[in-house]
């Protein structure tokens, strides 16, 4: 089982990687969804390796060294390359600061006893904020070559990953997968499928990226209160 799920982790590294070759190229729709794929593999891995009663400590390294090259490096490289002709100094600064605050969240989250995890994370995962600039950027993406955003598009973009930074080195509660499993019970199967066919519903007419970032979005304004009702007996 350790094995399987060290397998899926690599797995998630290896689209983190193709995402950042495809951003150095300009191709942002294949590596923004590269990154998306890198959340979905993580999500995976870390449901296998529960499944295993025997602690795997090389596999808790190797996730998190692999969730930052998906969801520090990967989303800050494709980040800067899509908006850096608005903003070359404080697109630099913005996405160094956002991938200090990745590393920082997964270098807390190692040292934080699990018993304390029960269903939920301090800070928001650095999966979840890797998947809203992927997400946002499926929406505005133009393009291989030469591209014009609206001029709001930049600004937006900047204060987002300022926010995801602020967002993942803070003390706000969000949601894991056992709290999310929890908050759906037995409708969990059904909630996951009913979401994979608005996905491709929404792919079909070319609006996936507008239906990811929302459900990340609702995850990220949501999730702390809903973390707050659920062990509010506790």
Request: net charge positive.
């Amino acid at each position: 089982m350790n094995l399987l799920a060290n397998s899926i982790t690599v797995l998630s590294l290896v689209f983190g990687f193709v995402s950042i070759i495809f951003s150095m190229e300009g191709h942002f729709t294949f590596a923004s969804w590269a990154i998306i794929l890198s959340v979905i593999f993580d999500g995976l891995d870390g449901q296998v390796a529960r499944k295993n009663p025997v602690p795997n400590q090389f596999g808790k390294e190797l996730d998190s060294l692999a969730d930052v090259v998906c969801f520090g490096v990967a989303p800050s490289l494709l980040g800067y390359i899509f908006i850096y002709k608005a903003f070359h100094f404080w697109a630099t600064l913005a996405l160094f600061i956002y991938l200090f605050s990745s590393v920082m969240r997964l270098a807390k989250y190692n040292i934080t006893p699990k018993e304390k995890l029960s269903n939920y994370f301090y800070g928001l995962p650095t999966t979840v904020s890797g998947g809203v600039l992927a997400s946002f950027i499926l929406i505005f993406r133009k393009g291989n070559d030469v591209y014009v955003l609206p001029e709001y598009v930049p600004t937006i973009f900047l204060l987002l990953v300022l926010l995801l930074a602020f967002l993942m080195v803070s003390r706000v509660r969000y949601l894991n997968l056992d709290g999310l499993k929890r908050l759906f019970g037995e409708k969990t199967t059904v909630t996951v499928l009913l979401l994979v066919a608005l996905l491709i519903l929404d792919a079909i007419l070319k609006k996936a990226g507008v239906f990811i970032f929302t459900l990340f979005l609702i995850y990220l304004l949501f999730s702390p209160f809903v973390v707050k009702r659920l062990n509010s007996g506790h």
